[in-house]
């Protein structure tokens, strides 16, 4: 048995071995993130201590006999078990591992001298796809010295016996002997601003990527003890869309003397200011794409800046996000009724119930069922009385914090970081929570007009409105939208996600057919999900860089100084070098469409030359794929050059699909990844200039009766763009799952506005 194991040795599939954190952390480690380094004290360490000193009968029995829902039983019977964890010795080889890992770990990176670490809770169920088990455990910072290593690692271990860890494990139905704890032992960052991160928003929105920002430790964020700053970045464009600049006047940093954590105020001058700079902001972004892309699932990630470096600190799948099958009913009447505050929308619904301010944890008690719980934060420790409230609200805290994701987990309404509720009410009051809209009204308010409608409802819309569509996962819950198909399925996410593997490198390796084989599957679950609805597939579009990043990508892939104008595309497909491996994405397409699916189309990225497609369209016919009446074949307009000879490129292909980000980028000569040129506004796909040429497209393809979509965030972002579209004939529309009832309602008022028929 291992009583310690290295971030170095370990990877996600040792969970049992190392838990859910130090598991993340090990992969993290791997996949090259800067990760800071340490060590795991194993679950399995845990468990042998519990054996040899006779506690682990002891413990189970009194969780046998408490009543999770009797919270002073509850409260109880867990510091009795944590006092008998806390006060038992833990044997001398165990406790000899612990030092000597710490001792190397100093070593390593403190020359010889003792390092501050944070030694962090890691329970083998926990940070899973289906549960986060979020704030459950504890965290201990700013440790140093082997005792306190060895007396931290303990009390980890005991933690995992704390009031709220026992309900939500009964809650969420996890026997309790079956879940272990590790402990992480890992550098710490003494971090001037850190914070969390969410590689897709938490209320359902995948193509927004939410960043929280404060001051000092993250633990006043994922404990949601101040409002922190809210950066909200598009995934696509990696542009940052919105800020909400919070003031923050305390954070908690090391200690006077260098023991433990303090809370320290911060100067006048810096409490209104934007915590992470716009560069850090979109670096972080990009590693949360990185981790994301590596996972296969959007993630929740801790991280730190400390001396001009940004460190992930802890990654977990994001076990709230759910498909929005509904969208909110516009207010056909204004809503009558006094607003009280607003705050951060964490979970959605609505609720109305007697007010119960809770200040402390002795109050706990006092909610019942259908009562709103008001506090100044919302904290992991009042769980058993969230679960009773009919609604959440909070003075502080953002709309990632780890209680919030709870309330979410729990399903019940939340607004935080209103920063004056526990002011504006007090107990018994009548409110009215609208978490969908962050909400809080005085009384009973009636929100009739804000019911939901559902989808089935939308207007129906001569110009087609399709989906863009990256995770094959998601494709059954994406088909229940009222779309008439998927307008762009990425390739990127299944190459990068399940196959992970160069294609060339697989070639070399002979297993090509292994590689067209789960690019296949990923391709027709969602051609399947949507039959007989068409799914347009673009062909992979990774630059090189993204490419090396790939498994063997080094030795295939040229380094470049511009890669976003360099070899991608469609110049990939045709050079020798790179043939072989697009031929690998022919045969994924024609196995697919052999096995019944004829409604998958293809598209070909990034289009310079039309010689380029006619070479392209005759590899294809080589591998049995040739266009005709149930196989079209589109190409990306997002180079001038596709607008200035547009009815030429329409005598090659059947259809167009504008992408307006490159286009954009191309037509003005801006970055789309610089965030100065982005901040100055020059990155504008509204610009006169960006609109001549969609509109040259479409009119040339309609002139020689092609039809003509665009994917792109401007549809979604400004309704005028989307009826600027539909003016110049546009004949379908492609956008993300969370835009579809917008999109749908803004070209339906448009079609009516020019008489066009449905």
């Known amino acids: 048995m291992k009583y310690v194991v290295w971030f170095s040795e370990i990877s996600r599939d040792d969970i049992p071995i190392a838990g859910g954190k130090g598991a993340n952390l090990g992969e993290m ?48 019977n867990a510091k009795r078990i944590q006092d008998l964890i806390l006060n038992t010795r833990i044997p001398t080889d165990i406790e000899m591992h612990i030092v000597e890992a710490y001792r190397k770990l100093c070593n390593e990176v403190g020359g010889g001298k003792p390092v501050y670490v944070a030694v962090r809770s890691s329970a083998t169920a926990e ?70 991160m969410f590689t897709a928003s938490p209320t359902g929105d995948t193509s927004k990527i939410i960043i929280e920002a404060a001051y000092g430790l993250g633990e006043v964020v994922v404990g949601g003890k101040v409002t922190p700053d809210t950066y909200v970045i598009d995934k696509e464009s990696l542009k940052i869309i919105s800020k909400n600049i919070a003031k923050q006047t305390w954070k ?13 105020e911060i100067p006048e001058e810096l409490q209104d200011k934007q915590k992470l700079p716009d560069d850090k902001i979109i670096e972080l972004a990009k590693l ?72 402390s944890l002795d109050e706990l008690d006092k909610v019942q069922d259908g009562d709103i719980l008001v506090t100044t934060m919302t904290n992991p420790d009042m769980v058993p009385a969230m679960k009773r409230a009919a609604a959440i609200v909070t003075d502080e805290g953002g709309m990632t914090c780890h209680a919030a994701i709870v ?52 207007p129906k819309t001569k110009t087609k409105i399709y989906l863009n569509l990256g995770v094959p996962d998601m494709a059954e819950k994406y088909a229940k939208l009222p779309v008439d198909g998927v307008g762009l399925m990425r390739e990127e996410f299944i190459i990068a996600t399940y196959i992970k593997k160069h294609p060339l490198k697989a070639i070399e390796e002979g297993k090509a057919e292994e590689w067209v084989d789960k690019l296949a599957e990923g391709i027709a679950k969602v051609c399947k999900t949507f039959y007989p609805r068409p799914v347009v597939l673009r062909f992979s579009d990774f630059k090189t860089n993204e490419y090396r990043d790939l498994e063997g990508g080094e030795k295939y892939e040229p380094e470049e100084n511009n890669p976003m104008l360099g070899w991608r595309g ?82 090659l292909v059947d259809g167009f699909s504008i992408g ?19 901040r100055m506004g020059l990155f504008d796909e509204k610009d006169p200039a960006v609109k001549r040429a969609i509109s040259m497209i479409i009119h040339g393809a ?37 835009a579809v009832a917008k999109v749908k309602k803004v070209v339906a008022e448009a079609e009516k506005e020019l008489g066009m028929e449905n």
């Open 288 to 359: 949360g794409l990185k981790t994301e892309r590596h996972y296969g699932h959007p993630q929740d990630m801790e991280w730190a800046y400390e001396n001009g470096k940004l460190y992930i600190v802890q990654s977990r799948a994001i076990t709230t996000l759910k498909l929005k099958e509904k969208v909110e009913k516009e207010r056909e009447e204004e809503i009558k009724g006094e607003v009280l505050t607003r705050g951060l929308p964490a979970s959605p619904g609505i609720a109305t119930g007697p007010v119960k301010i809770v200040l």
């Open 407 to 458: 309330s979410r987990e729990l399903g019940i309404p939340a607004v935080v970081g209103t920063g004056n509720i526990t002011k504006l009410v007090k107990d018994g009051d009548i409110i009215t929570v609208d978490a969908t809209k962050g909400i809080i009204y005085k009384g009973e308010v009636k929100i009739e007009k804000e019911a939901e409608l559902d989808l089935s409802e939308l």
């Open 252 to 264: 908690i940093a090391r200690a006077p003397g260098g023991k433990g954590t303090a809370r320290y």
């Open 570 to 651: 469609c110049s990939r497909y045709y050079s020798p070098q790179y043939e072989p491996a697009f031929r690998l994405e022919l045969k994924a397409v024609k196995k697919v469409r052999d096995s019944g699916l004829d409604n998958l189309w293809v598209m070909l990225p990034f289009v310079r030359k039309q010689e380029e497609v006619r070479k392209i369209l005759e590899i294809m016919k080589e591998e049995g794929l040739e266009r005709g009446e149930k196989f079209k074949v589109w190409i990306m307009a997002e180079v001038p050059s596709v607008a200035l000879l547009a009815e030429e490129f329409a005598e």
């Open 660 to 678: 307006s980000n490159d286009l954009t980028q191309l037509v003005l000569g801006v970055d789309r990844d610089s965030d100065m040129l982005g």
């Open 127 to 196: 940070d899973l796809p289906e549960a986060s088990f979020a704030g459950q455990q504890e965290t201990y910072l700013d440790v140093i010295g082997e005792e306190e290593v060895v007396k931290n690692v303990q009390r980890c271990w005991a933690s995992l016996f704390t009031p709220r860890a026992i309900f939500y494990r009964e809650k969420q139905g996890f026997p309790h002997e079956k879940v272990k704890l590790a402990a992480v032992v890992q550098k710490m960052v003494e971090s001037e601003v850190s914070g969390v």
């Open 29 to 76: 480690t791997q996949l090259g993130l800067p990760v800071p380094p340490g060590f795991v004290v194993t679950a399995d360490t845990y468990w042998e201590f519990i054996t040899r000193t006779g506690l682990k009968d002891a413990i189970f029995k009194i969780l046998r006999e408490t009543n999770v829902d009797d919270t002073d039983q509850l409260e109880r």
């Open 702 to 738: 309609r002139k020689k009766g092609k039809t003509v979509s665009l994917c792109g965030q401007a549809p979604s972002n400004y309704p005028e763009f989307a009826r600027f579209l539909v003016e110049q004939g546009i004949t379908s529309i492609s956008v993300n799952p969370d």
